[in-house]
């Protein structure tokens, strides 16, 4: 479409910049003319030109009528949706808005347990009660799986009144779901489907790619455009695509969520990133999929580090965004924290994140054949020196399907919490969440009835002074939860 060669938002700043204004309004640096000097000799100074306040030239997220409401029109036909809204706190804010949106206090939401962390700070805000599903632990692959078809259905027969349903896909891992199947479930039953696809902004514009939310028929999914398209970090996108979402409700929650002094260079890359992945997403995409199998290729002739494949992950139900690489490091007896830590220190290479088992390398638009090169002659280097030896690790989870006494709002707002020790927590009910990396699922969450599984699943992680993200004390040894005088 012609349409999609404009850039509205990013032309209108880059106008203004090029009249050299004199500013009087915020932010203090003026232009850049206050920027500390060693700072603004590395940037430059036209960075800080597009680094604007709300006024009308330069439209208002909150209220958009010019050039913001323009480009997210033209984000919307580009994804094929009813509405797009710019999202500058990352998808956090969209998890958050997505299910405040959808749901009203007291509604049920069916989601799995490794949804973000951001979504439990929405079901928070929403008043919403959340039913778990247990995710699926694979310890061949040493990943974790996120909902299938089966698993949503099952859910939607046992809690018939659930509103929604909540789904994360791709996971970090880059692995997908069935959700045409999960959309025509939910909807066969008058439920919405939300979709975090925080990962998958590009899914849409490559055939070889798993389908994407929108495609497969999502009412409402936030992507990362930062993550994986060439906005910059916090720029992200909420989609609707329902008859179901009144888009004045999800207007006000977003403006409750989000800042009213955005910032406008992240805006303006959304609008950029956009008509980029628009005209050439098939080629950049085609261009990664190739330097990404092509590495799996090698990282699978090494001696102890291994990267699954697509056949592999389809052959288990889902599919897989080849251009994230899971580097599973257990043969070579390092941890992946360990790899992660030489090939930053000693490689100058960072990967996005890492547990025990494995890194996970994400590609993107700015990733290039060198860059690939250098991941893999650091890999080939770290094979070759370390002799390899495999620990005795197990990703594994408690049963999750714990007695959801109140509901996590309740909680954080309205009781009174106490500690007690972790030996005795069981019979309790929850006041904290605690996830464990691995896996980094929550293994309790505010309003949960403590069993004598978690606590004793907890007491192992103690015993072997694993932290525990929300521990909230330098040792593992009390548990926050629910004061009943």
């Avoid at 640096?29 to 590395?42: E, W």
């Avoid at 958050?96 to 973000?116: E, F, K, Q, T």
């Avoid at 799986?145 to 027969?157: M, N, P």
């Avoid at 907890?458 to 002074?465: S, V």
Wanted: charged share 25%; aromatic share 6%; glycine share 6%.
């Amino acid at each position: 479409m012609k349409s999609q060669g404009r850039t509205p938002l990013m032309d209108v700043l880059l106008s203004r910049a090029k009249r050299d204004v004199t500013s009087f309004h915020t932010p203090g640096h003026k232009n850049g003319q206050g920027v500390d000097p060693k700072l603004r000799a590395f940037t430059g100074k036209n960075v800080y030109k597009l680094d604007v306040t709300v006024f009308p030239e330069v439209d208002s997220l909150h209220d958009p009528v010019g050039a913001i409401k323009r480009a997210q029109a033209l984000m919307a036909q580009a994804y094929g949706v009813k509405h797009s809204f710019f999202l500058v706190n990352g998808s956090s804010s969209g998890n958050m808005a997505m299910l405040m949106s959808a749901c009203h206090p007291g509604d049920s939401v069916i989601l799995s347990r490794n949804a973000h962390k951001s979504t439990l700070s929405g079901i928070i805000l929403s008043g919403v009660w959340p039913i778990w599903i247990q995710p699926k632990v694979d310890q061949h692959l040493d990943i974790i799986f996120d909902s299938d078809a089966a698993q949503v259905e099952e859910a939607l027969r046992q809690f018939p009144e659930a509103k929604a349903v909540f789904i994360t896909s791709p996971t970090y891992h880059g692995v997908t779901t069935d959700l045409k199947k999960i959309a025509d479930l939910c909807h066969e039953r008058g439920k919405l489907l939300l979709v975090d696809e925080a990962h998958g902004p590009h899914l849409k514009f490559h055939k070889d790619l798993p389908i994407s939310a929108v495609e497969a028929g999502a009412d409402m999914c936030v992507q990362s455009t930062h993550k994986i398209l060439s906005a910059v970090s916090q720029g992200s996108a909420l989609h609707v695509n329902s008859d179901w979402v009144e888009l004045n409700r999800v207007r006000k929650i977003l403006s409750i969520l989000q800042t009213t002094s955005p910032n406008y260079f992240i805006l303006a890359s959304l609008d950029a990133a956009r008509r980029q992945v628009f005209f050439q997403g098939e080629k950049i995409f085609s261009r990664l999929i190739r330097l990404a199998e092509e590495a799996r290729e090698r990282i699978n002739h090494l001696r102890h580090i291994y990267c699954f494949t697509q056949g592999e992950i389809r052959a288990k139900g889902y599919d897989l965004d080849v251009t994230k690489l899971t580097l599973n490091v257990t043969r070579t007896g390092l941890s992946g924290h360990e790899v992660e830590h030489r090939l930053a220190f000693e490689y100058g290479i960072q990967v996005d994140c890492a547990d025990l088992f494995n890194l996970i390398a994400i590609m993107g638009t700015g990733t290039t054949r060198r860059d690939v090169e250098r991941l893999l002659s650091a890999l080939e280097d770290i094979d070759r020196k370390d002799p390899g030896h495999e620990r005795n690790w197990v990703l594994q989870l408690p049963s999750l399907s714990t007695e959801m006494v109140m509901t996590p709002r309740d909680v954080f707002l309205q009781h009174q919490a106490k500690r007690v020790p972790l030996s005795k927590a069981a019979g309790h009910i929850s006041a904290q969440t605690l996830t464990p990396y691995p896996p980094g699922i929550p293994v309790l969450i505010p309003g949960e009835r403590i069993t004598k599984e978690i606590q004793d699943f907890l007491l192992d992680l103690a015993d072997k002074d694993i932290r525990v993200s929300g521990q909230e004390t330098d040792t593992l040894r009390t548990v926050k939860v629910v004061s009943t005088r």
